[in-house]
């Protein structure tokens, strides 16, 4: 455990598109109460001011010349950032920067990554909170540790330790979904401090359909990325217990075995090797 008073330099790395209105007001309350930290905005393909407010409030600005995703924007900083510790938080609003002295306090008493949890009443949507609410209950699962919040793109985190992981990074919305679970499967520590976020000024760049699908296909990616035989392992079994019992139904009705029990017994044994092939390229993206 390092010392409390032990101090780190900081960089605040702000994804924004098409945020014009709210990062200015934003960079000038960050350099307010945090004026020896960097500001690294990056502009995701803005179609309007975005980059030169920015850049007038006194941020360091990377542009990207077309809209790349949030998760591309996120790296861009992050290989940018010169801090030792790099607070990630959007450019809408939501987010309060008299937050980032908790976080920042609790990465200096010795915790690798720390996350702004948001509660019930932060939650964009009923919607959004029960997709939330799921996501961090299957992730809790996974690992075997409480999540309070999968999902936040609120949080700081030791720059060395984040690079590790920055090429399992995806370039759309859920890099913080890979990047917790990755720090978890490393053995490195996650933390939580309770925020309150406020409602976002814009709109949204979520699309609920496609980005729903999105997110359905990110439950498959947290398994695997994390012990992929904790979801192979019980979709096997079921499938075995399945054509188990439809052959007991099968012999005791008819005196005969069916090629549907055949095949439920078959695709079990299928999924629990393709879930062992998977636990051994899991293991190998870890091995250092």
Same mark, same amino acid.
């Given at each position: 455990?390092?010392?409390? +008073? ?7 790395? &702000? ?36 980059? *030169? ?16 995703? +949030? ?24 987010? *309060? ?6 976080? &920042? ?20 949507? &009923? ?91 990110? &439950? ?15 979709a096997s079994a079921c499938m075995f217990c399945l054509g188990l019992g439809y052959y007991a139904y099968t012999f ?6 069916? +090629? ?29």
């Amino acid at each position: 455990m390092e010392n409390k +008073n032990t101090f780190h330099t900081v960089t605040v790395v &702000i994804p924004a598109k098409n945020e014009a209105d709210t990062v200015g007001h934003l960079i000038h309350r960050l350099l307010e109460h945090y004026g020896d930290a960097e500001i690294v905005l990056v502009d995701d393909g803005s179609s309007d001011n975005t980059s *030169n407010v920015a850049a007038e409030a006194g941020a360091k600005v990377i542009r990207h010349s077309y809209s790349m995703g +949030n998760g591309a924007a996120i790296k861009s900083g992050a290989r940018a950032a010169q801090g030792e510790i790099i607070v990630f938080m959007d450019g809408d609003g939501q987010h *309060n920067p008299a937050d980032i002295t908790r976080l &920042i306090h609790e990465v200096e008493s010795g915790m690798d990554m720390v996350i702004g949890a948001r509660g019930d009443v932060s939650q964009a949507s &009923i919607g959004r909170g029960i997709a939330n609410t799921f996501y961090n209950w299957l992730a809790s699962y996974m690992t075997g540790h409480r999540i309070e919040d999968l999902t936040s793109g609120f949080r700081a985190v030791r720059a060395d330790k984040f690079r590790e992981f920055m090429h399992l990074l995806p370039n759309g919305f859920s890099y913080p979904t890979t990047i917790t679970m990755a720090f978890f499967r490393a053995g490195y520590s996650v933390g939580y401090i309770p925020i309150t976020v406020a409602k976002r000024s814009g709109k949204s760049h979520i699309r609920p359909i496609r980005d729903g699908l999105r997110f359905l296909i990110i &439950i498959f990616k947290v398994a695997t990325l994390y012990s992929p035989l904790k979801i192979f392992v019980p979709a096997s079994a079921c499938m075995f217990c399945l054509g188990l019992g439809y052959y007991a139904y099968t012999f005791i009705a008819y005196s005969r075995f069916t +090629n549907m029990s055949a095949l439920l017994i078959t695709t079990a044994i299928l999924i629990f090797l393709i879930g062992l092939i998977s636990e051994q390229i899991t293991q190998l993206m870890y091995k250092d």
